[in-house]
C-alpha cells in the first residue's frame, strides 16, 4: 500500500517539467510574488539583537519587476551561477573522485569491503556514514553519494537505494552526530548571543546537546535502516547483470592479482604520506592549515580541497602500480570523462542558482519565516506544546531558509529569550530547532544540494525527475519527524540534561 502511494508520489512528480524548467517557472513566479508583495505594502517586524539590546526592524519585499530588480537579476545572473554553494564543491570534488574510480581504486576498495562486511549491516552502516558527514560540513553530498551507490551495485542491490540511504543520513540526520562538530560552536554561539538579552551572563556551551544527539544518531541510524528495507528498497528493481557489468566497465581491471596488490600497496603509503603532510599542516604553528579561518578552523574549511588531494593521489597511486594509468594523459582522462557526465547538472544548477539568489534577494523566505514565528509566539502554550509548536514551525521554516546558521540567526533572538520566560533553557530551545532544522532538508527545494543527489539518481535512473527524489527522500522524513520529536519529548519528561551543561529549565536547577 505504501510502495503503490509512493510510487503514484513519482508519477505526479515526474509529470511536471524538468527540474530545470521548474526552477526557471519558479524564479518568474518569484519575480512576480515579490512585485505583489511591494504593491500590498506587506511589512513584518522583527526583533533583532544590535549592540547588546533587542531592538526592532521593518523587513519589506524587495520587488524583482520592477527596474531596479531586474537590473539586479542582469547584473548577478553569471555570479548567481557561478557563486552557487554545491557548484564548485561537486566540481572539485569529483575531479579527484573520478580518478579514484576509474583508475580501479574505488571499486577494489569497495569489492573488499562488501566481502568483509555482513550483508545485514549494508543499510544501516550505510545511513550511519550519512549522519557522520556532517563532520566534513557538506561534503558528504558531493563524496557519499556515488560511493553509496557503487557498494549497492556491487552488492546486486538498487544503486538508488544506497543513494538513498546515505542521502537520508546526510540530509535529515544532519544536526546528529557521535561527535561535537562544526555546527555546535555556530548554534551554541548564536544561542549565548540570544540568551544574554534576558541574562547578560548567560553562555551556552558547545556540548550543550551533545548526549542527546549522540543517542538521536543510533536512533535515526536503525529508523534509516527501518525505512530503507521496508518502504525505500522494495519500490526499486534490483540491478541486471548488464548493469553491473556496465558499470564495472567504466574502471580500469589490472591484469593480474599481483597488480591489484601492487596498487593497493602503493594507494596505502600514498594515504599515509598524504596524512602525515595534512597532520603537520594542522598541528604545527604557522602552517598553512593551523588555526581558524573565517568561521570554522582552516582544515575543515579546506576540506574539499583535501578530499581532492586525497582521492587524487591515493587514485594516481593506484593507478601507477596496478598499470591502469601508464601516462599523465590517462589520468587527465580519467578527470575529463568524469566532468563529462557532469552536464546535465551544469544545467539544472544554473536555473536553481537563479531561483535561490531571487528568493533571498526578494526577502520573502525570510518575511514568511517570521511571520511564523509571530503566530507561534501568539498562541501562548504550555512549555511543552511550545516546544512542539516551535519544532514545526522550525520544519515549515526549513522548507523555505536552507541554511540553518541564517535561519538561527533570526529565530534565536525571538524565541530564546520568549522561552526563558516561559521556563524553558536556551539549550532545549536549541535542540528542538535542530530536530526541526534537520528532518525536512531531504525534500526542500532550497537546498542547494540536492540538486547533486538527483545527478547523481539520473546516472542509474536518466529520466528521474524531482518526483524520483521526492519518492525516495519522503519516506524518512514522514519517520524522522515524529521519531525525533518524540525523542526528544521522553528526554524532556524524564529530565535528563541533553549534554555536558545542558539543562532543560531556566533558571537552571543547583
Not at 94 to 99: A, C, F, Q, R, T
Not at 147 to 163: H, M, T, V
Not at 188 to 206: F, K, M, N, R, W
Not at 278 to 302: K, S, Y
Request: glycine residues 10%; charged residues 10%; aromatic residues 10%.
Amino acid at each position: 500500500m505504501t510502495g503503490a502511494w509512493l510510487n503514484a508520489v513519482e508519477r505526479v512528480g515526474n509529470r511536471l517539467p524538468d527540474p530545470s524548467t521548474l526552477f526557471a517557472l519558479g524564479t518568474l513566479v518569484v519575480m512576480l510574488l515579490s512585485q505583489i508583495a511591494v504593491w500590498l505594502g506587506w511589512e513584518v517586524q522583527r526583533r533583532v539583537e544590535r549592540d547588546g539590546e533587542l531592538v526592532t526592524e521593518s523587513i519589506t519585499p524587495v520587488s524583482l519587476l520592477d527596474a531596479e530588480g531586474i537590473w539586479w537579476l542582469l547584473s548577478h545572473l553569471v555570479q548567481n551561477f557561478v557563486e552557487f554553494p554545491p557548484l564548485g564543491l561537486v566540481l572539485v570534488g569529483l575531479l579527484g573522485i573520478g580518478v579514484a574510480e576509474r583508475s580501479g581504486l574505488l571499486p577494489v576498495l569497495l569489492r573488499r569491503l562488501l566481502a568483509a562486511a555482513p550483508g545485514p549491516l549494508l543499510v544501516p552502516m550505510t545511513v550511519l556514514v550519512g549522519v557522520l558527514s556532517s563532520l566534513a560540513l557538506d561534503a558528504g553530498y558531493v563524496v557519499l553519494p556515488p560511493l553509496a551507490a557503487a557498494l549497492f551495485l556491487a552488492a546486486a542491490r538498487s544503486p538508488l537505494a544506497g543513494i538513498a540511504a546515505v542521502t537520508a543520513g546526510v540530509t535529515c540526520g544532519f544536526s546528529a552526530n557521535l561527535f561535537i562538530t562544526g555546527l555546535d560552536p555556530l548554534l551554541a554561539g548564536l544561542s549565548t548571543a540570544a540568551a544574554q538579552l534576558l541574562d547578560p551572563g548567560y553562555h551556552v556551551a558547545i556540548s550543550a546537546n551533545w548526549w542527546f544527539m549522540i543517542v538521536s544518531t543510533l536512533l535515526l541510524t536503525a529508523a534509516g535502516a527501518l525505512v530503507t528495507w521496508r518502504f525505500v528498497e522494495p519500490r526499486l528493481p534490483r540491478p541486471t547483470a548488464a548493469e553491473i557489468g556496465a558499470d564495472e566497465a567504466t574502471s580500469a581491471v589490472p591484469e593480474t592479482v599481483q597488480d591489484e596488490h601492487r596498487g593497493l600497496r602503493y594507494a596505502g603509503l600514498t594515504l599515509i604520506a598524504l596524512l602525515g603532510l595534512l597532520l603537520g599542516a594542522v598541528l604545527i604553528p604557522g602552517a598553512p592549515l593551523a588555526g581558524d579561518g573565517a568561521r570554522f578552523p582552516r582544515w575543515m574549511e579546506a576540506l574539499v580541497p583535501i578530499l581532492l588531494m586525497v582521492f587524487l593521489g591515493t587514485g594516481l597511486a593506484y593507478g601507477i602500480g596496478a598499470g591502469s594509468i601508464k601516462r599523465d594523459r590517462d589520468a587527465v582522462d580519467m578527470m575529463g570523462e568524469t566532468m563529462r557526465t557532469m552536464g546535465p547538472y551544469l544545467v539544472l544548477a544554473f536555473f536553481a542558482a537563479q531561483f535561490i539568489a531571487c528568493f533571498g534577494q526578494s526577502r520573502l523566505g525570510e518575511m514568511l519565516a517570521v511571520v511564523g514565528g509571530g503566530w507561534l509566539a501568539a498562541l501562548a502554550l504550555p512549555p511543552a506544546s511550545l516546544m512542539l509548536a516551535f519544532l514545526v514551525v522550525v520544519m515549515a521554516g526549513n522548507l523555505l531558509i536552507g541554511s540553518a546558521s541564517a535561519k538561527y540567526a533570526f529565530f534565536a533572538p525571538v524565541f530564546v529569550p520568549m522561552f526563558m520566560q516561559a521556563g524553558i533553557a536556551p539549550e532545549l530551545t536549541q535542540a528542538a530547532y535542530r530536530v526541526g532544522d534537520s528532518v525536512t532538508n531531504g525534500i526542500t527545494p532550497f537546498n542547494p544540494y540536492l540538486i547533486i543527489i538527483l545527478a547523481f539518481i539520473r546516472r542509474w535512473r536518466p529520466d528521474a525527475g524531482l518526483g524520483t527524489l521526492l519518492a525516495l527522500m519522503l519516506p524518512y522524513t514522514l519517520v524522522f519527524a515524529p521519531l525525533w520529536a518524540a525523542l526528544l519529548g521522553v528526554w524532556v519528561v524524564a529530565g535528563w540534561p541533553l549534554g555536558p551543561g545542558g539543562g532543560l529549565v531556566y533558571p537552571p536547577v543547583g
